[in-house]
């Protein structure tokens, strides 16, 4: 069975910094490309960001970048979201997602991921 389970979110003021992480069991990580999507209240789930199977390739989304960095920990099944300069427009429940991808792509497309966490709640005030 497969699971995602984040962990990391909280409570933050506006400037300040959270590390999110994901731990993967029930498959081989290395083989899936994961990312990490968001949903704010009233509001579509999105794209934040993205990283290849091996780790070299990531993607953001225009409003993260700079801010936010991916990476992964094969060794350890896990995915992290550094977040740094949080603003309030950042508040959402953050997902991470993984994606069974032959190529050594950063997959930003929902619709290409087969495995969701049950997300973890970001709030940052002003």
């Known amino acids: 069975q497969v699971q995602l389970v984040e962990s990391g979110g909280g409570l933050v003021q506006a400037g300040g910094s959270l590390r999110l992480s994901c731990a993967a069991s029930?498959?081989?990580?290395?083989?899936?490309?994961a990312g990490w999507f968001r949903q704010a209240p009233g509001k579509e789930r999105e794209f934040v960001a993205a990283?290849?199977?091996?780790?070299?390739?990531?993607n953001y989304a225009i409003s993260v970048k700079g801010r936010f960095t991916i990476s992964r920990d094969n060794a350890k099944n896990t995915v992290y979201l550094q977040m740094l300069s949080l603003k309030p427009e950042d508040t959402a429940v953050y997902y991470c997602?993984?994606?069974?991808?032959?190529?050594?792509?950063?997959?930003?497309?929902?619709?290409?991921?087969?495995?969701w966490g049950q997300g973890t709640q970001v709030t940052v005030s002003s």
């Open positions: 029930g498959l081989t990580f290395s083989y899936y490309a």
């Open positions: 990283i290849s199977r091996s780790g070299d390739n990531t």
């Open positions: 997602a993984a994606a069974l991808t032959p190529r050594d792509w950063a997959i930003m497309t929902i619709g290409d991921y087969d495995y």
